[in-house]
């Protein structure tokens, strides 16, 4: 039980890992909007535009407490 909550903990940290590589990449924003948006359709979740701005918002959040420390 306690490798499967290690393996989860990993897990999450990589793709709070790639959504912060992708965010803070050298790109424009609506290039980074449509790869994640790709990225999302090749795993069967479909945003509109608003729901994919909320999203962005909500990991941009997440990340700003990280970089103030």
Request: glycine residues 8%.
């Amino acid at each position: 039980m306690k490798a499967l909550n290690y393996l989860v903990a990993f897990l999450g940290g990589v793709a709070v890992g790639a959504a912060t590589g992708i965010l803070f990449a050298p790109e424009k924003g609506v290039e980074t909007r449509e790869r994640i948006a790709e990225a999302l359709r090749k795993r069967g979740i479909r945003l509109n535009r608003k729901d994919m701005d909320t999203l962005i918002d909500e990991i941009a959040n997440e990340i700003k407490p990280a970089e103030e420390a």
